[in-house]
């Protein structure tokens, strides 16, 4: 069996999706998410100009040593933006495995080792009260995870918090909004909605929170600390995770979980993070971290060090990543939970699929491969629009990190 044809498909179905679809000679297909948020036309470049002329004529069979072509074959190792395009292929290559096995991928990938799979929601208001309500409604859907993010007295427009509180969307306009932080504020109202969200829910509801990387590790150590009496299930990406060595310094002060590894994009990223046991979770996704080949080795890595999976699932990760890390998560032994805000309706025609909520967990499709595909005439509806991440800055007009 030969590649036939590798189509890059970018759509706006309310926001910017890259996706590739690989076609067989004999008429089989596969798709791979390929988005990453803000930078999508260099990721849909990159395949167009460098990948999809490797692709035609070779054998899709070959999973491995396509990746191994990409990986190596392209001297540049790394970067979001190539292992974002090697992610697309290497998905979209065990999508055609499965369907021609006639297998969903998870049983490729050695079977079930669970039901199905955890989900967190995310609860998100500007004040405390309007946030409880959140909470409920997500309880009240059967989740058994929230994620919960509040406005910070003070601070208008903080990370987290959206208009539209079912669908948070951080890009917006071609220019990036810039919004003004404060950590001393933050760190002053943060324990303050745990302890009301725990008295009210109990405690079995799991609690999550995420800090986007706006802190120094003594100050995630703090937030940590002060966190400790609500019992949370993780504090997310409580620094920037350049300096792994850096959450020696926050492990040493605080017993909150820490997940990290949205931004990442390689074992490499994490591999301290993982040996030392300096973190609890690890965030990594099939788009931004080399597809499910890759993402399978840094799961299988975090294993042996008692870390579990917690993949990054915001809605510009498209159905076709949702699927394919559905069919990893529900796979791996060493899964922890995988976050899920639900797609737009217009996302969810663009991106026909059969994995489905159900009591606080998601259920890989049953059907061979992933389960997923693109309607590329809905597709065609909704053309590109740019769309930048914001930024964020101290009240001096330093840049932060957001
Ligand atoms: C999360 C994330 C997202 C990211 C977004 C960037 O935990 O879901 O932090 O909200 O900011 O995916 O594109
Ligand atoms: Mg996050």
Redesign the pocket.
């Known amino acids: 069996m030969r590649i036939a044809d590798a189509r890059v498909i970018v759509t706006s179905p309310g926001r910017n999706f890259v996706t590739l679809k690989i076609v067989t000679a004999d008429g089989v297909t596969g798709v791979g998410d390929a988005t990453l948020n803000g930078r999508e036309l260099a990721v849909a470049a990159y395949l167009t100009e460098h990948v999809v002329p490797l692709l035609i004529g070779r054998d899709p069979a070959r999973i491995e040593d396509t990746w191994q072509l990409l990986y190596k074959g392209a001297y540049w190792r790394r970067g979001p933006v190539t292992m974002s395009a090697i992610a697309a292929v290497d998905t979209a290559l065990w999508d055609i495995k499965g369907k021609v096995a006639g297998l969903p991928v998870y049983q490729l990938l050695g079977g079930r080792s669970r039901e199905a799979v955890t989900v967190y929601g995310h609860a998100n208001a500007e004040t405390v009260d309007d946030v409880l309500g959140e909470v409920a409604h997500y309880v009240d859907h059967g989740y058994r995870a929230v994620r919960v993010q509040t406005g910070v007295p003070g601070l208008t427009g903080v990370y987290g918090v959206s208009r539209d509180p079912r669908h948070y969307e951080p890009a917006g306009g071609a220019v990036p909004a810039e919004s003004v932080w404060s950590t001393p504020r933050y760190l002053e109202h943060t324990p303050r909605v745990f302890e009301k969200v725990r008295a009210e829910f109990g405690p079995d509801l799991m609690l999550l929170h ?1 800090v ?1 990387h706006r802190l120094t590790p003594i100050e995630a150590a703090r937030l940590g600390r002060s966190l400790e009496p609500y019992a949370l299930t993780w504090m ?2 409580p620094v920037p995770a350049e300096l792994q060595e850096g959450f020696r310094l926050i492990r040493s002060h605080t017993t909150t979980p820490i997940a990290v590894g ?1 931004v990442f994009n390689s074992i490499w990223d994490c591999q301290q993070l993982i040996t030392e046991q300096l973190i609890d979770y690890v965030r990594t996704t099939v788009v931004h971290a080399g597809g499910i080949s890759h993402l399978r080795r840094i799961f299988d890595l975090a294993n042996l060090y008692h870390v579990r999976s917690g993949s ?1 699932g915001a809605t510009d990760l498209s159905p076709v990543c949702l699927a394919a890390a559905l069919h990893v998560d529900v796979s791996i032994p060493n899964f922890g939970l995988q976050e899920y805000m639900a797609h737009t309706a217009e996302t969810d025609a663009v991106f026909p699929h059969t994995y489905r909520f159900a009591g606080g967990m998601l259920h890989p499709s049953e059907e061979p491969g992933l389960g997923v595909d693109i309607d590329e005439e809905a597709a065609a509806r909704y053309p590109y629009r740019a769309a930048a991440l914001p930024v964020n800055r101290l009240a001096d007009g330093t840049l932060h990190s957001w």
């Open positions: 995420d986007h997310e990406d949205e990054h």
